[in-house]
């Protein structure tokens, strides 16, 4: 294997799988979702994360993907939409595809959100 895509909603699996990869030398795009409704729409934001096997545990160190089970089961009260789940997926190719210099611009992006609220991105770059 030489590439991977993760997405899993538990922390600790998350972390495990993290791990191991780092430890084989395998680059991988790892993605989360957070949405939730207290009264009223659908607030939220995807997120695709890079992780280089030169510098994954770098990235790892940095917290930008959740390493730990939440203290609830957020399973039983979070929210799936088919739409934003492929929303997700989708960025996580754009991203792979990206880096693999299929679409223009830097290499040194590593980190994408999209905020559902403002329909916004935002990018992280590696400095450098």
């Given at each position: 294997m030489t590439f991977a895509f993760v997405c899993v909603d538990k922390?600790?699996?998350?972390?495990?799988?993290?791990?191991?990869l780092i430890t084989k030398g395998i680059s991988f795009i790892d993605v989360g979702m957070g949405l939730s409704r207290k009264a009223g729409p659908?607030?939220?934001s995807m997120r695709a994360t890079?992780?280089?096997?030169?510098?994954?545990?770098?990235?790892?160190?940095?917290?930008?993907?959740p390493k730990h089970d939440a203290k609830d089961d957020i399973y039983k009260t979070n929210i799936q939409i088919a739409e934003?789940?492929?929303?997700?997926?989708?960025?996580?190719?754009?991203?792979?595809k990206k880096r693999l210099g299929f679409?223009?611009?830097e290499?040194?992006?590593?980190?994408?959100?999209?905020?559902?609220?403002?329909?916004?991105?935002?990018g992280q770059r590696h400095e450098g």
């Open positions: 922390g600790s699996a998350r972390a495990t799988i993290i791990d191991l659908i607030r939220g890079y992780f280089d096997k030169t510098n994954a545990a770098a990235v790892r160190d940095m917290d930008l993907v934003l789940n492929a929303l997700n997926a989708c960025l996580a190719v754009i991203l792979y679409y223009e611009g290499d040194s992006l590593f980190n994408l959100l999209f905020e559902l609220g403002d329909m916004r991105s935002l």
